[in-house]
T-cell receptor, first 113, second 114 residues
Framework: DGGITQSPKYLFRKEGQNVTLSCEQNLNHDAMYWYRQDPGQGLRLIYYSQIVNDFQKGDIAEGYSVSREKKESFPLTVTSAQKNPTAFYLC????????????FGPGTRLTVL | AQSVTQLDSHVSVSEGTPVLLRCNYSSSYSPSLFWYVQHPNKGLQLLLKYTSAATLVKGINGFEAEFKKSETSFHLTKPSAHMSDAAEYFCVVLSGGSNYKLTFGKGTLLTVNP
C-alpha cells in the first residue's frame, strides 16, 4: 500500500517547546515538501528537498527546520522561534520530471496551548 | 511571476445541479494547472491536471476543466453535484520555469444542499 504517512494526526505543544512532525513516503519519490495551511490562505511552502542531504527554504521558513537523511523521510521541526505555529501542516512528495503533480499526506494539526 | 485567483471563496449548490468553480491564473511561462480537493482535516487529492495537451481535461468523480489561454482561465465543472462533493477545492499553477514551485489559490468551499 503505497503512499505518504504523517504522524501524529493531532499534536499539542506548550509555548517555548520544539516539536517534530514526521513524514514518510514509500513511493520512491525524489522530492519532498512541507506546507503550512491556515484558513482562507491556501497552502504556503515551508521547505523542500529534491535529493537526500539537500533541502531549500520555501516562502515561510523562519522558525522551522528540516532534515533529509533518507529518501523516504523528511521530518519538520517547529521551533520556539516560530511565533504563530498553530496550523495544519501538510507533507507532499513528487517524482522528479516535468510537470509532475505532488502527492499529499493526510496532514498534522498542531495546536499551541 | 505566477499567481492564481479563485473567484469565489464559497459556492453553494443543490444536489443534482451543476457545479462551476472559477479559477484565473497568470504565468510568465506556459503553465501546468491542477485542481485538488480537500475534505475536512484531510490531505489534498488530485482531481485533474492540464499539461499542454488537450485543453479539456477530464478528472476523477465526474469533474472536468477547460484551459482557456485567451481568458487565462481554468474553471472546474461537474454536471450534477453529489453530497460527497462537499469539500474545499484548490486551483494550482506550476511555473514552466520550475518543476516544483506550486502556487495555490486560496480555495473555494463547495457546499451541497440536499
Amino acid at each position: 500500500d503505497g503512499g505518504i504517512t504523517q504522524s501524529p494526526k493531532y499534536l499539542f505543544r506548550k509555548e517555548g517547546q520544539n516539536v517534530t512532525l514526521s513524514c514518510e513516503q514509500n513511493l520512491n519519490h525524489d522530492a519532498m515538501y512541507w506546507y503550512r495551511q491556515d484558513p482562507g490562505q491556501g497552502l504556503r511552502l515551508i521547505y523542500y528537498s529534491q535529493i537526500v542531504n539537500d533541502f531549500q527554504k520555501g516562502d515561510i521558513a523562519e522558525g522551522y527546520s528540516v532534515s533529509r537523511e533518507k529518501k523516504e523521510s523528511f521530518p519538520l521541526t517547529v521551533t520556539s522561534a516560530q511565533k504563530n505555529p498553530t496550523a495544519f501542516y501538510l507533507c507532499a512528495s513528487q517524482p522528479l520530471g516535468s510537470y509532475n503533480e505532488q502527492f499529499f499526506g493526510p496532514g498534522t494539526r498542531l495546536t499551541v496551548l | 511571476a505566477q499567481s492564481v485567483t479563485q473567484l469565489d471563496s464559497h459556492v453553494s449548490v443543490s444536489e443534482g445541479t451543476p457545479v462551476l468553480l472559477r479559477c484565473n491564473y497568470s504565468s510568465s511561462y506556459s503553465p501546468s494547472l491542477f485542481w485538488y480537493v480537500q475534505h475536512p482535516n484531510k490531505g489534498l487529492q488530485l482531481l485533474l491536471k492540464y499539461t499542454s495537451a488537450a485543453t479539456l481535461v477530464k478528472g476523477i468523480n465526474g469533474f472536468e476543466a477547460e484551459f482557456k489561454k485567451s481568458e487565462t482561465s481554468f474553471h472546474l465543472t461537474k454536471p450534477s453535484a453529489h453530497m460527497s462533493d462537499a469539500a474545499e477545492y484548490f486551483c494550482v499553477v506550476l511555473s514552466g520555469g520550475s518543476n516544483y514551485k506550486l502556487t495555490f489559490g486560496k480555495g473555494t468551499l463547495l457546499t451541497v444542499n440536499p
